[in-house]
């Protein structure tokens, strides 16, 4: 059974800096592996998404890189900004009907 | 494009009652999921729909069970209420495309009392 693990589950850090999430698996077995943002109360919002053939994906600010045969992701957010005080989520899928498997998050806070 | 939408976006049920929750998915998209969110479980798969068929289900008793309509709008049903129920249920849909990246709706918050 796949468990997906995020550390650390809480960060609190001054604007401005860099900062590292990190997400691990237990079965290498997947189709890709996604990171999702959670306001307070609200949906979903995919940031990345990573094929297992893929090494790193960036948007913006954010990159996110994956090592399958480790069983690893981070994400990484530069120059981080208050509007990033959020829940981090990552997830994985086998694909097709497979459905995603999350981790409990990462609640980060950045101080202005 | 709209996105993923669900209705209500909340509600709330005495045990032993009934509930029907709806999602819209993204137009085009012929896939809808459904997640339960609570605080000490997490994200949990409920189930996936497929033009129109069960493809998938995770690892929940026969209370929850849903439907998918011809337009692909979904529906999750759960009967005989329980407190435990009580959580953000999240429906994403994904297109035919070959990341199956999927897009969340804003959920429904249901509170049994």
């Known amino acids: 059974k796949q468990e997906v693990t995020q550390i650390p589950a809480a960060l609190s850090v001054p604007e401005g800096e860099n900062l590292v999430l990190n997400c691990s698996f237990t079965?290498?077995?997947?189709?890709?592996l996604q990171w999702f943002r959670q306001d307070p109360g609200k949906g979903l919002t995919s940031l990345l998404l990573?094929?297992?053939?893929?090494r790193e994906q960036t948007s913006g600010r954010l990159n996110a890189s994956l090592d399958k045969s480790s069983g690893r992701s981070t994400l990484y957010i530069a120059a981080s900004q208050p509007g990033d005080s959020a829940t981090y989520l990552c997830?994985?899928?086998?694909?097709?009907?497979?459905?995603?498997?999350f981790g409990k998050g990462t609640h980060l806070i950045i101080q202005p | 494009k709209a996105g993923v939408t669900q209705t209500p976006r909340y509600l709330i049920k005495t045990r032993g009652q009934q509930v029907t929750l709806s999602c819209s998915p993204i137009?085009?998209?012929?896939?809808v999921s459904w997640y339960q969110q609570t605080p000490g479980q997490g994200l949990q798969f409920l189930f996936e729909?497929?033009?129109?068929?069960?493809?998938n289900k995770g690892n929940f008793p026969g209370r929850f069970s849903g439907r998918q309509f011809s337009n692909s709008r979904s529906e999750m049903n759960v009967s005989t209420l329980e407190l435990g129920d009580s959580a953000l249920y999240l429906c994403?849909?994904?297109?035919?495309?070959?990341?199956?990246?999927?897009?969340f709706g804003p959920g429904t918050r249901l509170t049994v009392t």
């Open positions: 994403a849909s994904k297109g035919q495309g070959q990341s199956y990246e999927q897009y």
């Open positions: 079965d290498s077995a997947i189709y890709n």
């Open positions: 990573i094929q297992s053939s893929q």
């Open positions: 997830a994985v899928t086998r694909g097709g009907a497979d459905g995603l498997t």
């Open positions: 137009s085009g998209h012929r896939s």
């Open positions: 729909y497929f033009s129109e068929t069960q493809r």
